[in-house]
């Protein structure tokens, strides 16, 4: 079946440090891909999404591009806040047949003054 | 407009307890989702609804946990009788249902199960 796979965390930078959140794929057909980001307290939010290969989704300074050959769809983002600290989560589905989100399992991000 | 509305936000009980979690979903979002989050893991679907039928519950463990949306809207998700490893957060989620299956997520119920 289906499955996403990200890199283990936590991971921890300093302010205005590179990311990346490693994310790849186990699917059939052509999946849409998607990052959601928990803050604490909170639920998912949608962070961003690419639904074909080579979108890229970006919102917030973040970015991610769907690249089929390699089944991936990892997380950067050129300069991280303290405000970024949170679980992101790596998630794929097939609509408009199969709504079903199967999620990672989260990477929590703490971003250090 | 408002988001996906989850009440309570925690809940304590003991095992073998029943347990009822309530969901309002964004208005018109014809789709909605409970899913399970078990700490350190990522959400799980648990059962599926469009409108007030059934699409997916193929993962809701159905000897003790029930759901229903009645009129299409609100849903509740039961637990009856809880056991120690139901501790988890359930998330509810809607989606307009179309083509971009956009979920938007509520807050959640954190349940501790003793």
């Known amino acids: 079946g289906d499955s996403v796979t990200q890199m283990e965390g936590p991971v921890t930078l300093s302010e205005e440090a590179f990311l990346t959140i490693n994310c790849t794929y186990t699917a059939t057909g052509y999946p849409s891909l998607f990052w959601y980001v928990q803050y604490p307290g909170e639920g998912l939010q949608l962070l961003l999404k690419?639904?074909?290969?080579?979108d890229k989704g970006s919102n917030k300074g973040f970015e991610a591009t769907y690249r089929k050959e390699t089944t991936s769809f990892h997380l950067e983002k050129g300069s991280v806040q303290v405000s970024d600290s949170a679980v992101y989560f790596c998630a794929l589905s097939h609509p408009p047949y199969n709504n079903d989100m199967r999620f990672g399992a989260g990477t929590r991000l703490t971003v250090k003054p | 407009e408002a988001g996906v509305a989850q009440s309570p936000r925690y809940k304590i009980i003991e095992k073998r307890q029943s347990v009822a979690f309530w969901c309002n979903p964004i208005s018109g979002h014809a789709t909605l989702y409970w899913y399970q989050q078990i700490l350190g893991q990522g959400p799980k679907l648990l059962i599926q609804f469009q409108n007030n039928g059934v699409v997916d519950d193929s993962q809701l463990p159905k000897d003790r946990f029930s759901a229903e949306r009645l009129k299409g809207v609100d849903s509740t998700l039961k637990i009856q009788p809880a056991k120690l490893e139901d501790s988890a957060v359930y998330l509810c989620?809607?989606?307009?249902?179309?083509?971009?299956?956009?979920?938007?997520f509520g807050a959640g119920t954190r349940l501790s199960v003793l």
């Open positions: 989620a809607s989606s307009s249902g179309d083509s971009k299956n956009i979920q938007y």
């Open positions: 690419a639904t074909k290969a080579d």
